[in-house]
């Protein structure tokens, strides 16, 4: 069978399978970069060479990593759909493997909190200060803080059960991972600002029953919107800017560096297994390297120093002696 003809048919499948988000990034990516390379081939006659000929093309786009390793991980789902269903007997992706891994300048952009501070007094409206606010103290992810609703925080806690589709048609859905379903504790300050906003939207509509989101009142903020806000108030503060994503690399690290556990920062993003936050957060960082030398430096010092003192007490038992 034409590989156009069996991908139509992996797409019902897919679709039944797969959240929206998840399914929208699958249809986007193959429809891009698989289907028109392989859409007139035999899916029995893929050979080794034709996945290696596809990768080098797609190096040629010079892509990051990691969208390179998830292209990969999409054609082979699709050839392993083919060997259980179409009776393809091998799955020569999964046999070639990924892609070879290029160097890559470290992605993992974050604020310190020094210049989290500088960004946030430039954000000139309350709404959208506090968005900012919330994910640098929480380290939501973005669609995971624009689904939130009042009904949501608990005394001191916040409950994670939903995300929104930020890149499509903004539709509110569940967490793609079990482990993303958490409760996730605040600072009193964080809780008194998230309250204010209620006030608010109360005054504003008056509805005071009504569940309202916590950032946007009646409906969630508009993720063109707030980026809008964040891009102006970095230029003001003259200072990089960052993605929303990073303001979550802001958190961890924040929380790394004044040595929280790796273990209890992950289980706060919500990753599934503390390896994926070790990977994510294992990357090199002034204050981090500070840390090393200074121990180095006091391990050596007091090795030496001990070493003098040894010296001096045998110098001086040998004049005792004489």
């Known amino acids: 069978m034409l ?20 399914f929208e990034t699958l249809w986007q990516r193959f429809n891009s970069h698989i289907l028109p390379y392989f859409k007139d081939k035999n899916i029995e006659e893929l050979s080794i060479q034709d996945i290696l000929e596809w990768q080098e093309n797609i190096l040629n786009y010079n892509y990051s990593n990691n969208y390179n390793r998830n292209l990969h991980f999409l054609l082979s789902g699709f050839l392993t759909y083919c060997c259980k269903y179409h009776g393809l007997s091998i799955n020569v992706a999964s046999k070639v ?55 949501d925080l608990q005394e001191n806690y916040i409950s994670i059960t939903k995300t929104m589709d930020s890149h499509h048609n903004r539709t509110i859905g569940t967490p793609k991972t079990t482990s993303s379903f958490r409760k996730i504790s605040i600072d009193n300050q964080l809780k008194k600002d998230i309250l204010k906003l209620k006030a608010i939207y109360i005054r504003k509509y008056d509805h005071i029953d009504f569940d309202y989101y916590i950032f946007g009142g009646i409906k969630p903020l508009s993720p063109t919107t707030i980026n809008r806000r964040k891009k102006r108030a970095c230029e003001k503060a003259h200072i990089r800017p960052i993605t929303l994503h990073q303001f979550r690399h802001s958190h961890a690290t924040l929380l790394l560096n004044k040595g929280i556990l790796i273990n209890e920062v992950s289980k706060r993003l919500g990753h599934s297994k503390v390896s994926t936050t070790l990977d994510i957060y294992t990357h090199t960082n002034l204050e981090q390297e500070k840390r090393v030398i200074n121990t180095l430096n006091s391990i050596r010092n007091n090795f030496f120093k001990t070493l003098w003192q040894i010296f001096n007490k045998i110098i001086l038992s040998i004049k005792t002696f004489l």
């Open 3 to 22: 590989f156009e003809e069996v991908y139509l048919q992996y797409l019902k499948y897919a679709k039944k399978k797969q959240k929206n988000q998840s």
């Open 97 to 151: 493997g990924s892609f070879k891994k290029k160097y890559e300048k470290d992605r993992h952009d974050f604020y310190t909190l020094k210049e989290f501070n500088q960004f946030i007094k430039f954000v000139d409206d309350e709404l959208y200060k506090q968005f900012f606010t919330f994910m640098f103290y929480t380290g939501t992810r973005p669609g995971e803080t624009m689904a939130l609703r009042f009904s």
